[in-house]
């Protein structure tokens, strides 16, 4: 064949680089998500978000929560710019403070089911056999069960208990990511089940790698985007599901303020009509939150992951 | 010179739901040390699971190694224990595959890539082995050593991820090297340097090459010793020259024909007649006397056995039979 009677191999020199080097996937995937208008709106709400609740308490003189008898359910005004509760509190302080709380319990609780799930869908997808079959059919189990219904036992279980207030917050959290874990880690899985099938895994077998390397640099890397998608929604998913718990009196308790159980504390016929500052600035709050959040979301999914739709 | 692989007896089965494909049948082959073996045949004779095999990639649950044994340097790998075998692949014996763009994987840089095996089998710091990289990148022929360790795989041609690929096999300097179908996913330009390269290593290093290919021409140009694969079995062996120059099989035959000449036009290029047969419907034949034009009764009830044929050739073929068997 003529194609043999090749010349030196230096002959290669002349192959020319196909695209500009160092110009990283990360760095490709940030641009792309900041041209993304609506995603980067939603980033703004989520970020005013937080900014709001962990840096606005400090400049309002109203955060020491005292009783004031003289201004109970007081319209808004200059003083209180959201008005004041039935015990004449400020409410856009409260409202900060309960941002606080629920922002960082659906943080938190997404960190602990991000962790658990991926760790748990890790090990289903890449050992399989016996591993696979109790992790997947645990989270089955708390898959077929929804999750609202679940998390209202578990809140009924905590009440019957009495478990302290102070700690309820952190057990919240906790019921969370019980819930939270399993559809993480069963995407996970889904998606070590594709990678390890891949040619440059098989290549990794073939360099005589150890697990832990083929594990942590050559499969964890490429899971970082599926996991920061899932992880956006699943903060939404977490502060919904604590407002709801907490509007039905299952979630964290008052004193500690969230926006779930301030709208509880304004569930009745007079407040609802009669004095509606009570109860729109931390629906508000979550609606906008989650709604950022989740467009947020869908933005990263598009530039990370633009296979997985939906 | 010694052996540095023996292969005898090896059975790869794959157990599916239309039934038992037996893609590799009673296989056996040796590689010396310093020498170039060659398996050819047509797509699906068997050529990537008998690869497969002796690097351990053949998994379960439906692929098996139902039987045989792989000697390398006289250690049976099949008997090892996973940590064992672990020590041995990438170290001693490595392997490049045909498809150099999916062979990398695309969110480490090929720098990282290439220290792993150095890190792993030569126990070298990260420093070390980083430096070690750069040269190797340099070594296949490629410039900008550097800035190439940084880029990913993307970023790189199907040649130069070729070229990559040698480097992270040929790190650890092996002993054995396994190349399936290294060019097939290339330029033609591309693919003559690539083999010249390995032909170049091999020769500087003394390593081994088990190289499978279905093209003739990388037969010609780079074999010592060529093993004719079909339908999972060898139906031919010998050294090249002797092979080349005096087929036995009417398959090697065939396959020798329908290789193109150079300045030599033919109005149309000979191919086989016929297909592979299905390998889920093989009976006690030759599997090739469908397409043989020699084709006798007993091809078609009774499989020859691998023989010598003289001339250092091994053949198995019933025109070969000095006494037709009843
Ligand atoms: N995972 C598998 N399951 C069932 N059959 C397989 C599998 N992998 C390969 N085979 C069969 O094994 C035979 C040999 O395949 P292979 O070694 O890849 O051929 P080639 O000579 O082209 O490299 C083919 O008939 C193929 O159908
Ligand atoms: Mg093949």
Redesign the pocket.
Request: no cysteine; proline share 3%.
């Given at each position: 064949m003529s194609t043999i009677h090749a010349e030196e191999a230096g002959a290669a020199k002349a192959v020319p680089v196909r695209t500009a080097p160092h110009a990283s996937m990360w760095r490709q995937s940030l641009r792309r998500l900041l041209k993304n208008k609506l995603a980067m709106l939603g980033f703004a709400v989520v970020a005013f978000m937080f900014a709001a609740c962990f840096i606005g308490p400090l400049f309002s003189p109203y955060t020491d929560n005292k009783i004031n008898m003289a201004v109970m359910n007081n319209a808004p005004s200059l003083k209180h710019w959201l008005g004041t509760d039935a015990l004449g509190r400020d409410v856009l302080a409260r409202v900060l403070l309960a941002g606080r709380i629920s922002l960082t319990v659906g943080l938190a609780s997404m960190v602990l089911s991000v962790f658990v799930g991926t760790l748990l869908g890790v090990i289903a997808g890449y050992y399989r056999g016996v591993v696979d079959q109790l992790v997947m059919r645990l989270a089955d189990l708390l898959l077929t069960i929804p999750s609202l219904p679940l998390l209202f036992i578990f809140g009924a279980l905590l009440s019957e208990w009495k478990v302290p207030t102070d700690y309820r917050m952190y057990i919240v959290m906790l019921m969370l990511s019980i819930v939270g874990w399993p559809g993480l880690a069963r995407m996970v899985r889904g998606q070590m089940l594709s990678l390890r099938e891949r040619e440059y895994m098989q290549a990794t077998v073939v360099l005589g790698l150890r697990d832990r390397r083929k594990l942590f640099n050559h499969l964890l890397p490429n899971l970082v985007p599926l996991i920061i998608v899932i992880a956006t929604f699943n903060i939404g998913g977490a502060i919904l599901s604590e407002s709801v718990l907490s509007y039905f009196g299952l979630g964290v308790m008052a004193p500690t303020p969230t926006w779930g159980n301030m709208i509880d504390a304004a569930n009745n016929m007079i407040d609802f009509q009669d004095h509606p500052w009570l109860w729109i600035p931390p629906g508000f709050s979550i609606f906008a939150t989650v709604i950022a959040i989740n467009i947020f979301g869908d933005g990263l999914r598009d530039v990370l992951d633009p296979k997985q739709k939906r | 010179m010694s052996n540095v692989l023996e292969i005898e007896h090896l059975s790869t089965h794959?157990h599916?739901e239309e039934g038992v494909?037996r893609?590799?049948d009673d296989v056996g082959l040796q590689v010396r040390q310093g020498e170039i073996v060659c398996?050819v045949?047509?797509?699906?004779?068997?050529?990537?699971?008998?690869?497969?095999s002796v690097m351990g990639l053949v998994e379960g649950p439906?692929?098996r190694v139902a039987g045989g044994r792989i000697a390398f340097d006289g250690i049976d790998l099949l008997k090892l224990g996973r940590n064992e075998l672990r020590t041995i692949r990438g170290n001693e014996i490595a392997m490049i595959f045909q498809e150099p763009m999916t062979s990398l994987n695309p969110v480490l840089k090929i720098g990282e890539q290439l220290m792993e095996p150095l890190i792993e089998h030569r126990k070298m710091s990260k420093k070390a082995a980083r430096k070690r990289a750069i040269e190797l990148i340099g070594e296949v022929g490629i410039s900008r050593a550097e800035q190439i360790a940084d880029s990913y795989p993307h970023e790189l041609s199907g040649g130069m991820l070729q070229r990559i690929m040698i480097a992270i096999a040929i790190s650890c300097e092996p002993k054995l090297l396994i190349a399936?179908?290294p060019t097939t996913a290339l330029d033609v330009t591309i693919q003559a340097q690539i083999l010249d390269m390995l032909r170049r290593f091999k020769e500087e290093s003394g390593m081994s090459i088990l190289l499978?290919t279905?093209d003739l021409g990388v037969v010609a140009e780079m074999a010592d010793y060529v093993v004719v694969?079909y339908?999972?079995k060898v139906v031919e062996e010998g050294e090249v020259v002797a092979l080349f120059e005096n087929p036995q099989h009417p398959y090697t035959k065939g396959l020798l024909k329908s290789k193109p000449i150079i300045n030599q036009r033919q109005d149309e290029l000979y191919s086989i007649p016929g297909q592979?047969p299905n390998?889920l419907e093989l009976t006690p034949s030759c599997y090739f006397h469908d397409r043989c034009a020699y084709c006798m009764d007993i091809c078609r009830t009774q499989q020859p056995v691998l023989k010598d044929a003289g001339n250092g050739q091994k053949v198995a073929c019933w025109l070969n039979e000095e006494v037709t068997p009843v």
């Open positions: - | 794959f599916t494909v893609a590799v398996i045949g047509e797509s699906g004779s068997g050529k990537s699971i008998t690869a497969m439906a692929g399936d179908e499978i279905h694969m339908a999972g592979v390998p």
